[in-house]
């Protein structure tokens, strides 16, 4: 049974927006900067699984990001050796896309990117949430997000 102190502690977290979507199930992955990933916590109330982008032909950590946030859309061009690859499934959208390119607004253009996949109960990807981390000062923001409204979706988790 429980004692009224208890309630009145479950009382308190509940009022704090930022304690309720921070999911104790939330997963991130090696990588992911600090401050990135508590930003990408709070972006659903599902869990979330983080996983920072890094390319697949150097290793690269740092990215030249060209966005759509209104198609839902993100491509990354390593800063290292130029490669590209795309996020989740923004390749089958990019032709509709009308993508801009990403830049802090102290100038930098250059960004390690982490992606939030949210997942509902049976581990299906719902949402995919970009985030990015300036090179130079470290700034932290979302640049696009968007909807998975199909299934199966492991192959999605593994593109970032
Ligand atoms: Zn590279
Ligand atoms: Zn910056």
Known sequence: MRSRTDKAVGCLFGTTATMCRVHADDQVGDGVPA???????????????ISASACGDCGGRTFFVHFDEVEGGVRRDCGACGGRAFIADSAEYWEEAEPCVAECPCGCDEFEVAVAFSLTGDGSVRWVTVGLRCQQDGTVAVCADWKISYGPTDHLLTMT
């Open 35 to 49: 401050d990135l990933a508590a930003l990408l916590r709070e972006v659903d109330d599902r869990p979330v699984r």
